[in-house]
């Protein structure tokens, strides 16, 4: 049984940085790919970035590349996401996944291992 556990939110202005951390429990932590996704209020949940299970591929939505990275420590079952130059419309719930193919966070609608979220607040 895989679960996540995300931490690290909060309240920062625009311009400022943020890490999240996503703590995943089970001896599989390896063999997952994993995720963070995030959902603004009245929109729908979308990408954010992704991390193959040997940190060789990194994938990342447009509107944070360049701005954020994700990092994974096997040793330790947790998964980062630094966020630097913060903007208001980073401003989400975002959610850690895990998922045993690569592919999946083409189509969140696939993963079913999630976190519950971390509020990340960025203000004007």
């Known amino acids: 049984q895989v679960q996540l556990v995300e931490s690290g939110g909060g309240l920062v202005q625009a311009g400022g940085s943020l890490r999240l951390s996503c703590a995943v429990s089970g001896r599989t932590f390896s063999q997952y790919h994993l995720g963070w996704f995030r959902q603004a209020p009245g929109k729908e949940r979308e990408f954010v970035a992704a991390?193959?299970?040997?940190?060789?591929?990194?994938d990342y939505a447009d509107s944070v590349k360049g701005r954020f990275t994700i990092s994974r420590d096997n040793a330790k079952n947790t998964v980062l996401l630094q966020m630097n130059s913060l903007k208001p419309e980073d401003t989400a719930v975002y959610y850690c996944?895990?998922?045993?193919?690569?592919?999946?966070?083409?189509?969140?609608?696939?993963?079913?291992?999630w976190g519950k979220g971390t509020l990340v607040t960025v203000s004007s």
């Open positions: 991390i193959s299970r040997s940190s060789r591929i990194t």
């Open positions: 996944a895990a998922f045993p193919s690569y592919a999946a966070w083409r189509t969140p609608s696939d993963i079913d291992k």
